[in-house]
């Protein structure tokens, strides 16, 4: 990191927070981001981020383990708000001494952030808003990531570009905050970190790296797609609100789509309630993701990829990534 003294400067404050060399956190990315990427990205002297995703107790227990083999720097843990076991979740990373969880997909119910600092975790949450932000950082979150649109996966509406430029002169000065989606190239890292970003967090970079254990197809999907063919689901339903999923467009696109109508009907029907409706759109996403990550199957499952897509074009180490992403901000930041 030595040879990168305005970067390294810059990422101070982030680095210690994460414990890590490197402010470059790696999305928790459902399927891709288990323990050969964790810790590949860890020992790189990045902050590896598990994507605890529909997992059980007992898998998320098994996979911190298996983390934990392969490094010994600290990691994190992504945990969904919505998953119905997330305080046994929580009482999972209890048990591993896990440093730092992260808090996503929706508002964290009561008690959660209150449950991971009692064992002396750090929470790192997501916020929309400006205000909801300040309201969790009062709530006891020690961190926050701010995830524009061009991200893949889940997404919320306002690009990464304008959220930078509302949080961090609100934010930046008192709390830690991460910027993320559609981050593809190290002179953007610099352009977030001269606004006050504290690090950046990036999966699309990272998803078809050598020690990704994403199929080959998914990885060739990857390195042929444009920036154009990254694009957000569709919303049914009024009635259903369903959080827009970035991926790259195929026969999937359109299953989802009639998903979300069967979905609706049952809500119709008043056999589930929204609750439970929404976790069916979300074991649909869980099970259309394995397909692509794990099976190859890159016609009918879910290639979440973010806009930044279109510079992903070959498989490389995570090492030799962050290598890339740190000479190029270093070069952005010394021209200026």
């Known amino acids: 990191m030595s040879a990168f003294p305005k970067t390294q400067a810059l990422m101070a404050r982030g680095c210690a927070f994460l414990g890590s060399e490197t402010a470059i956190l790696c999305g928790a990315m459902s399927w891709v981001s288990e323990r050969n990427l964790v810790a590949a990205m860890s020992n790189a002297g990045g902050f590896g981020v598990i994507a605890c995703g529909a997992m059980t107790p007992e898998l998320l227990d098994a996979e911190i383990a298996g983390t934990r083999a392969l490094t010994d720097r600290p990691f994190g843990v992504n945990l969904i708000t919505m998953h119905p076991a997330l305080f046994d979740l929580i009482g999972v990373c209890e048990k591993h001494g896990v440093s730092h969880v992260v808090l996503a997909g929706g508002i964290p119910p009561k008690g959660s952030i209150e449950a991971i600092k009692a064992f002396g975790a750090k929470v790192i949450v997501f916020a929309p808003t400006l205000a909801l932000a300040k309201k969790q950082f009062r709530g006891g979150a020690d961190a926050l990531v701010i995830e524009g649109s061009e991200a893949g996966g889940h997404i919320g509406p306002i690009s990464t570009s304008v959220l930078a430029q509302e949080f961090l002169p609100e934010l930046a000065a008192e709390h830690l905050v991460f910027v993320a989606g559609g981050i593809g190239r190290g002179d953007m890292i610099a352009a977030y970190l001269e606004m006050g970003a504290a690090g950046v967090q990036m999966g699309t970079a990272f998803a078809c790296a050598s020690e990704s254990i994403a199929h080959p197809d998914f990885k060739k999907a990857f390195f ?100 890339r992403l740190l000479r190029e901000s270093e070069e952005a930041l010394t021209r200026r």
Do not use: C
Request: aromatic residues 4%; without cysteine.
């Open 224 to 323: 042929r797609a444009k920036a154009r063919d990254a694009e957000a689901s569709v919303q049914i339903d009024a009635r259903l609100p369903v959080i827009p999923v970035r991926a790259l467009k195929n026969k999937g696109t359109e299953e989802f789509a009639a998903k979300q109508r069967e979905v609706a009907l049952l809500l119709d029907q008043g056999s589930v309630d929204m609750g439970e409706a929404q976790l069916q759109i979300e074991h649909f996403w869980a099970g259309a993701l394995r397909r692509a990550v794990i099976d190859g199957d890159v016609e009918s499952g879910s290639l979440m990829a973010g806009q930044s897509v279109g510079m992903v074009s070959a498989e490389e180490p995570v090492a030799d990534i962050i290598a």
